[in-house]
């Protein structure tokens, strides 16, 4: 949780900067970046609405949350041009 805090969403705040996206910090993009790989669709049984809602990092498994963070990786690589670091770089 350190290094997700304190270099991982630095660097991905960073790369948004160099594309343009402006975060005055981590807390917000730590929003984006559940609102992009945490979004959860729950469909109403009786009548087929969807209510979308976001997931946490704070209850996932140790798996979990570095899927969370491989999935960013690949996403910040594309889009952003930006490697990100794994924590015992």
């Known amino acids: 949780n350190k ?6 969403l630095p660097a991905v705040k960073y790369g948004l900067l160099d594309v343009g996206y402006y975060f005055a910090n981590e807390e917000q993009v730590h929003d984006l970046l559940k609102l992009k790989f945490l979004k959860v669709e729950t469909p109403n049984e009786d009548t087929g609405e969807i209510m979308e809602s976001l997931g946490s990092t704070t209850t996932m498994s140790t798996f979990e949350f570095e899927t969370y963070l491989t999935n960013i990786r690949a996403w910040a690589a594309e ?3 930006c490697v990100l670091p794994f924590p015992n770089e």
Do not use: D, I, K, S
């Open 3 to 8: 290094f997700y805090w304190g270099v991982f």
């Open 79 to 81: 889009y952003l041009n």
